[in-house]
Nanobody, 126 residues
Framework: QLQLVESGGGLVQPGGSLRLSCAAS????????IGWFRQAPGKEREGVSC????????KYADSVKGRFTISRDNAKKTVYLQMNSLKPEDTAVYYC???????????????????WGQGTQVTVSS
């Protein structure tokens, strides 16, 4: 069973940057599309970004386009979310999630993801 562990969250000032990591603790990530999601207090969880198995296809929520970049290193069993120009409204718990997907298929933030990490807190505040 795929187990995912997020890291890299923290407190950052508006305009700052953070890089989140999502690491597979045991099995390879090769067979999984990986998505990043976030949930702010009192709000529903929303999809942020996702990346295909090979890394060639990505998607982003409109609210983060041009500021966030998703990437993956399958050899290191890790997916990254580089977050730049952070805003207070980016404050949330960020989760990564995995979905086993045939090779060559893209990703979609509306798909059902079966494997979830515990989350990492990102706080953007001055």
């Amino acid at each position: 069973q795929l187990q995912l562990v997020e890291s890299g969250g923290g407190l950052v000032q508006p305009g700052g940057s953070l890089r989140l990591s999502c690491a597979a603790s045991q099995f390879t990530l090769d067979y999984y599309v990986i998505g990043w999601f976030r949930q702010a207090p009192g709000k529903e969880r929303e999809g942020v970004s996702c990346i295909s198995r090979g890394g060639g296809r990505t998607k982003y929520a409109d609210s983060v386009k041009g500021r966030f970049t998703i990437s993956r290193d399958n050899a290191k069993k890790t997916v990254y979310l580089q977050m730049n120009s952070l805003k207070p409204e980016d404050t949330a718990v960020y989760y990564c999630a995995g979905r086993q997907t045939p090779y060559g298929v893209g990703c979609d933030l509306l798909d059902e993801y079966g494997y979830w990490g515990q989350g990492t807190q990102v706080t953007v505040s001055s």
